[in-house]
């Protein structure tokens, strides 16, 4: 019993070092054909297969043990395996493919822009990675008609230029086409989006005209009417155009460039004293606290801009803050700080806050959580800020909001 019991366990051993060595032959980066004339066996591994042969060898030809490496090893498979890695690096599209179109390399960027796993796609045929017809992709083509492409324009799913190289074996045929895809769907997205301004833009344009002149009739009526028609003139119809009238400028402030005129401004100054005597009267109409800490560091920042469009941009923020208050007394602050050679001015309040699901949305072109708010304001006062060459961006908690807008400036000489 204790034999029998010994005997398994070195079969069971055997099994297990029997199929460790074949796993780690099969994972060997070449063909080889073993033949042992001692046992008449015959081990073998055919090209990228993982599988392994064993069968009885015919020892006849054969007068000592033979080990022979297959003359189809793939010295660029390691070469692939190095190169991939640099790849990774790359912003555009890489992909290798062999004779029959499966993939050997596809770099990140790839596998990132078309939602795949790179290490799942190596291995499968190239139409399982761009998820189109075979006659639809190039490298497909340049394997059937051995022609290479050179910035050939791609209008598929995807849009771009692509260009792909075949390296040939010694017998003419295809070891790998190499395709290069440079991806421009964001650029075409970009693009598309301009023009939808631009169209958006004129479309704006075209309803002020009227709004114009329905509005100077609406003028010269107003006299000419009874008292109630005449009072419904002023007090609605005129305002409502107007108040469209605005809407429309706002959202060109933001569709068009900016063509202001613009001249250095000292950013400290403009804060303390130009800003401050329109702050300082609205803070004491609404019942506000105004206060500034202002880095000393910061007397001599300048940068080149329009001091009425800045204006309009703390205002706007300014009414924001008024809006949001809280019930305790609202107090805001006006601080500088330098960092990374840009001046950061940040606008802070302590009203309710705004909810984490609209932060994301608050700078969108007509979004607002007001019923007789437009949604432009935070819009125009972005653009500006942007068409100084800076940015601007918010924080908001249940203590307050802070917007942050950021510069970058010289020094007064």
């Known amino acids: 019993m204790v034999d029998e019991l010994k005997h398994d366990l ?17 994972e060997l980066p070449f063909s080889f054909t073993y033949v042992n004339k001692q046992h008449s066996k015959l081990v073998a591994k055919e090209g990228n297969s993982k599988q392994i042969l064993i069968q009885k060898a015919n020892t006849n030809s054969h007068t000592r043990d033979e080990f022979i490496i297959s003359t189809t090893y793939d010295q660029f498979a390691e070469t692939e395996l190095f190169l991939s890695s640099i790849f990774d690096f790359v912003p555009h599209h890489i992909v290798f493919v062999d004779g029959d179109g499966l993939i050997t390399l596809c770099n990140l960027q790839t596998a990132k822009d078309l939602g795949v796993d790179r290490d799942k796609i190596i291995g499968k045929h190239i139409r399982e990675l761009l ?11 340049t394997i059937r008609t051995g022609i290479e492409m050179k910035d050939k324009e791609v209008l598929d799913v995807n849009y771009g230029l692509i260009n ?12 790998r086409v190499l395709g290069t895809f440079y991806f421009l769907n964001v650029i075409k997205e970009a693009e598309k989006q301009a023009l939808a301004g631009r169209i958006a833009a004129g479309i704006a344009h075209e309803i002020r005209n009227p709004l114009t002149t329905v509005r100077g009739y609406l003028q010269l009526l107003k006299d000419k009417t009874n008292t109630e028609v ?6 609605i119809l005129i305002p409502e155009i107007d108040r469209a009238n605005k809407i429309i400028s706002d959202f060109l402030s933001i569709a068009k460039p900016s063509s202001s005129s613009r001249q250095m401004i000292n950013l ?6 130009y800003l401050g005597k329109f702050l300082e009267s609205e803070a004491l109409l609404y019942n506000t606290k105004l206060e500034y800490i ?36 609202l107090v805001i602050t006006i601080e500088t700080i330098v960092v990374d050679h840009h001046l950061e001015i940040l606008f802070r309040d302590n009203g309710k806050g705004i909810p984490p699901s609209l932060l994301p949305h608050i700078f969108d072109p007509f979004f607002s959580t007001k019923d007789d708010g437009t949604g432009l304001g935070l819009s125009v006062s972005k653009k500006i800020i942007e068409n100084h060459g800076g940015l601007m961006k918010v924080t908001s908690d249940k203590v307050g909001t802070t917007f942050i807008i950021s510069f970058p400036f010289s020094l007064a000489t």
């Open 164 to 175: 792909t190289r075949i390296l040939w074996n010694t017998d003419g045929s295809i070891k």
């Open 10 to 26: 070195e079969i069971e051993k055997l099994k297990n070092e029997n199929a460790l060595l074949k796993e780690l032959l099969s």
């Open 230 to 235: 005449s009072q419904l003139f002023t007090d």
């Open 131 to 141: 998820q189109l017809p075979d006659d639809q992709i190039e490298l497909l083509e």
């Open 268 to 273: 400290h100054k403009f804060l303390k004293e």
């Open 294 to 329: 202002l880095d000393s560091s910061t007397t001599k920042a300048m940068i080149k801009g329009d001091q009425e469009e800045l204006l309009q941009v703390f205002m706007n923020l300014f009414i924001n803050a008024i809006q949001a208050r809280s019930d305790q007394p």
